[in-house]
């Protein structure tokens, strides 16, 4: 249940404080010493877009390889030295996993990471050089159930990859580093997987810019946050299909979901196709080299929300890039064979 905000007193939502401007940029300015103030770059020239100024965000050049990371330090800073030297575990598909084992290991503590067994075998081994201790589960649902088992029993503290306060907090210094950049932005894309990046980049973007409107998209094979919005309410995913494993959410959770109703302007979702053309699109035209999940703003853009922004000065955030040359070999030369 959430409460109004009055003055600078805290709304709650699910029993937690919602972060303020104040709160954002003072852990933004902690994360310092940890995380890239990455770069943004602007283009207004790119085939198909003519006449739309599109502002990249470069958080693929993030320590870790994605934006986990803010929410990663966020978490293990926030702890203290019993439950810092006790270690941390997490659920992930990789990304989260891999931010958490280097949070870890730059703060000096420990990480049991549980990743899903189709995790791919880059971020495994990524996870590994960051000193993790990795263990694989068959499913999500029992991935969840195991990190709780390890929480109960080791005494390690529980990161939750997109819920919670300290979560959205961390990847809110992410909304508000960029507005600290481009502030006169009219529209910025997120993906979503499991809403806590959106939740976090939203809140920060809208405190610093009202009038800035945010849209979510997802892959039609994992729709989570689409489906709760048409619900008005948390759900369960079953079978989940697409080639953005890092955003199949096995279900949304209270806390970034209400955030993401309150802030988003929208949500759309992209296919598969859509997201193997737009990581053809980043290669050939910024030369950058993306996992799925982050094509998935520009395939919003070239796609289901090219009319609506058509001409305005956009937002478009790259969030991460941990993928490996085989996979990405596969996805360009499939998007190559149908362009």
Not at 108 to 136: D, N, W
């Amino acid at each position: 249940m959430s409460t109004e905000q009055q003055g600078t007193a805290h709304t709650t939502i699910d029993g937690e404080p919602i972060p303020t401007l104040d709160e954002i940029a003072a852990q933004h300015f902690a994360l310092s010493p940890w995380v890239a103030r990455t770069p943004v770059f602007e283009r207004a020239d790119l085939p198909s877009l003519e006449g739309t100024h599109v502002n990249f965000k470069f958080e693929l050049l993030q320590a870790s390889g994605s934006f986990k990371a803010r929410g990663a330090f966020t978490h293990l800073l926030a702890l203290d030295e019993a439950r810092k030297n006790a270690g941390v575990t997490c659920v992930s598909a990789g990304n989260h996993a891999a931010a958490v084992a280097y949070a870890a290991m730059r703060l000096g503590s420990s990480a049991k990471v549980v990743m899903f067994h189709t995790a791919s075998p880059a971020r495994i081994a990524q996870c590994k050089q960051y000193r993790a201790e990795v263990v694989l589960a068959g499913s999500a649902s029992q991935a969840f159930d195991l990190v709780r088992r390890i929480e109960a029993e080791e005494g390690r503290f529980f990161i939750h990859p997109f819920n919670g306060y300290h979560t959205i907090l961390g990847t809110a210094t992410l909304g508000y580093e960029w507005a600290t950049q481009t502030p006169d932005l009219d529209a910025v894309i997120v993906p979503i997987g499991g809403g806590g990046l959106a939740a976090g980049m939203a809140t920060a973007l809208r405190l610093a810019n009202p009038r800035v409107r945010v849209y979510g998209v997802e892959p039609e094979g994992a729709d989570a946050m689409s489906r709760s919005f048409a619900a008005n309410h948390t759900i369960k995913m079953s079978a989940m299909q697409t080639i953005a494993d890092s955003l199949m959410a096995p279900h949304t959770e209270e806390y970034s979901y209400q955030l993401c109703r309150r802030h988003l302007e929208r949500i759309v979702t992209v296919s598969d196709d859509a997201l193997r053309a737009a990581m053809l699109f980043l290669f050939s035209h910024l030369k950058l080299s993306v996992e799925p999940a982050c094509a998935a703003p520009l395939a919003a853009l070239l796609g289901p929300l090219r009319e609506t922004l058509q001409g305005k000065r956009v937002g478009v955030l790259l969030s991460g890039t941990n993928t490996d040359p085989a996979t990405l070999g596969m996805h360009l030369a499939h998007a190559t064979l149908h362009h």
